[in-house]
């Protein structure tokens, strides 16, 4: 008879010189039960555990380390956040299920995509996640960080993998200073030219006063052994008359303009620029409102400012941006 794999991952974690003989007979926890009564479930993880072996073998003895810390906390998340609902009650049988049957088909493409190259370098799935429930505030509260990062030890590596974590941040939880909080961040690697590869960081928040949704873009130039900035695209700060001139047109077309009290560049520490609208703000008690404010934003051609263009600025114009 063969029993379903993660089961036996997951024993091992606890009692690793046993392991091999554990089976569905033995289960106890809700994550064993779980795939051991379903047999789609139960296919998936033995997907998952020959894909995770796969994958481990194809990376550095160091990195392997990392990976391994990786999708023990993934278990461990899922255990946790696939059997609660948002009421920090016990999930239903079914939710459960489809929570599982996701979590898993994502992994497994994430684990599958391991080895994959990116501008010469080699990648790895990386998983971070915390997870608690607040029964007695009917809340949860969880950080989930799932990530694409580079196995290698040179500089140009370690840059990109400092900014991907940095911008991913850290997963513990504090529920005394950010209440029911849920986070998830995700990133992506994409070669764009032998010398630019571009890093997508995504990431959704609920919870506070402010939920939000965010992907940001940035593009690393192997050449500069850096992420490229504005400096590097526009060879005259003349480009950003031209441009303000082609957002004020925007504006006064979307007749918004009578509105606008400033009209700023904001130009980040890569080649992407925008621009805020911010409305004339008004006051209500001596306050002002959020609703006072706002933001706008236009979008340009590489054409229009074609004549400020660097050779870099040049060559990442012409690259065509993955959607």
Same mark, same amino acid.
Not at 246 to 255: G, L, R, S, V
């Given at each position: 008879?063969?029993? &379903? =794999? ?31 009564? $379903? &047999? ?8 998952? %555990?020959?894909?995770?072996? *796969? ?25 946790? !956040?696939?059997?609660?609902?948002? @009421?920090?009650? &016990?999930?239903?049988?079914?939710? /459960? =299920? ?7 088909? /994502? ?5 599958? +995509?391991? +080895? ?40 140009? *590596? $370690? ?8 911008? *991913?941040?850290?997963? +513990? ?6 209440? %029911? ?5 995700? $990133? ?5 030219? /032998? ?48 441009? @303000? @001139?082609? %957002? ?13 009290? !400033? ?14 609208? =911010?409305?004339? +703000? ?39 941006? &993955?959607?």
């Amino acid at each position: 008879m063969k029993y &379903p =794999v993660l089961v036996l991952v997951l024993f091992a974690l606890s009692c690793a010189t046993q392991a091999a003989s554990f089976d569905c007979k033995k289960a106890q926890s809700k994550m064993e039960k779980a795939i051991c009564d $379903n &047999p789609k479930i139960s296919k998936l993880d033995e997907e998952l %555990a020959e894909n995770y072996q *796969a994958a481990k073998n194809k990376l550095s003895a160091e990195t392997q380390k990392v990976f391994v810390a990786g999708q023990r906390s993934w278990v461990k998340f899922l255990a946790a !956040s696939c059997f609660t609902d948002f @009421q920090a009650k &016990p999930a239903s049988k079914e939710d /459960a =299920v489809q929570c599982l049957e996701t979590e898993y088909k /994502a992994r497994v493409a994430g684990l599958k +995509g391991t +080895g994959s190259l990116v501008g010469g370098f080699k990648t790895y799935a990386y998983f971070e996640g915390d997870f608690k429930a607040y029964p007695k505030d009917e809340e949860i509260a969880f950080n989930r960080v799932s990530l694409v990062l580079i196995d290698d030890n040179s500089d140009n *590596a $370690n840059t990109i993998n400092s900014a991907i974590k940095t911008a *991913a941040g850290k997963t +513990g939880i504090d529920k005394e200073s950010t209440g %029911a909080f849920t986070s998830d961040v995700s $990133n992506s690697l994409t070669n764009l030219s /032998a010398d630019l590869i571009m890093l997508t960081q995504s990431a959704s928040a609920t919870g506070g006063a402010h939920p939000s949704e965010y992907t940001g873009y940035k593009y690393f130039s192997k050449e500069l052994k850096r992420f490229v900035k504005v400096s590097d695209i526009f060879s005259n700060p003349k480009w950003k008359a031209v441009a @303000q @001139q082609i %957002a004020k047109k925007h504006f006064e077309k979307e007749k918004t303009m009578d509105d606008v009290i !400033s009209l700023d560049i904001v130009a980040e520490e890569n080649d992407a620029f925008g621009f805020m609208l =911010v409305e004339k +703000g008004f006051f209500v008690d001596g306050f002002t409102s959020y609703a006072a404010r706002a933001n706008d934003g236009v979008t340009m051609k590489w054409d229009a400012l074609s004549k400020f263009l660097t050779p870099k600025g040049k060559e990442l114009s012409l690259v065509p941006i &993955p959607k």
